[in-house]
């Protein structure tokens, strides 16, 4: 890979939207971020997160930068007429963001991303599944997805949409809502948003973080982050039993900040505990190296695949950094 390539990265997320430059090590500079206001609806927000990728070229290109390609992590799936499964954002599904970003950056070579897919390639790259043929990223906190690799490869599936666990029927019976109403059972029931109204509808403090900080004294605090983080797992082991996975990176903000020496909320320990028991072939269950930069890192990940061809194995010999993460 030439020395000094340089890319532009964004990340346009649910609550903000980042942009910065990114090196081939996986590291980014000249960072800038601005909260999504979804409530002002799709094209506003496309219009300001374009905006704001502008002028953190701008600014590199005044400091001599050459920026060879732009990456894009964003929302459910883009096509060149709409985004399929993407519904955070009023009126995301009828973008046409291909079109909106060759207006910005004419002369910039594109690449546009699934949002969890692409902060799994960065593990790839540079993270905690740097060197594994075949490992599940996770991403668990609002929304719940999955990035899938097998055989050293990003597995994107028929549609470009492998990994979408959150769409998972987790009763065994069909749901008064699925995909076809716009709805992820799985994850309008475990994740953050889905978990946050029944905590409410409970009396108890509507987030899981603050819940967590009550369970030790509140029974029924207690109870349902046992139920979250018991199904969090039951999912982890029946993706293990399907993928074979040698390990299993957890990142997203259930997790994010945890270690082993803060045992933190208690889901990772859980999950080891149930593949342990519960999966054919238990898998190594790490912690994602990444956190609310993730996707912003994987952007930069495509956008340098996209301009020199590498793969995410020449993305991490490249950077230097030592194979795998601590478990």
Known sequence: MPAGTAVLALDMGATKLAAGIGA??????????????????????LKRALELAQQVHQ???????????????TMGYTHEDRVELATNVPGWTELRIPAAVHGAFPDLPTAIGNDVHVAAQAEM??????GVSDAIYLNLGSGISAGIICGGRFLAGADGAAGEVGYTLFRGQ?????AADGIGPFEAHFGGAGAARRLVQEGLPPSVADTLAIADTNRKARDLIDELWTGIAVLVVNMCAVLNPSVVSLGGGYVRGESDENAGSGLVERIRDLTQRAAPIPPR????????????RGAVAIALARTTGATTEALAKAAGAPTGAPA
Do not use: N
Not at 26 to 36: C, D, L
Not at 59 to 73: L, M, N, P, R, V
Not at 174 to 178: F, L, S, T, V
């Open 24 to 45: 081939p090590d996986g590291e980014v500079t000249r960072v800038a971020t601005a909260p999504t206001r979804a409530e002002e609806g799709a094209e506003t927000v």
């Open 59 to 73: 600014k590199a290109t005044d400091a001599g930068e050459q920026i060879q390609a732009i990456g894009i992590s």
């Open 125 to 130: 790259a540079w993270g905690s599944l740097q």
């Open 174 to 178: 069909p749901e008064p809502q699925m």
């Open 285 to 296: 269950i790490t912690r994602a190296r990444f956190g609310g930069d993730a996707s912003l």
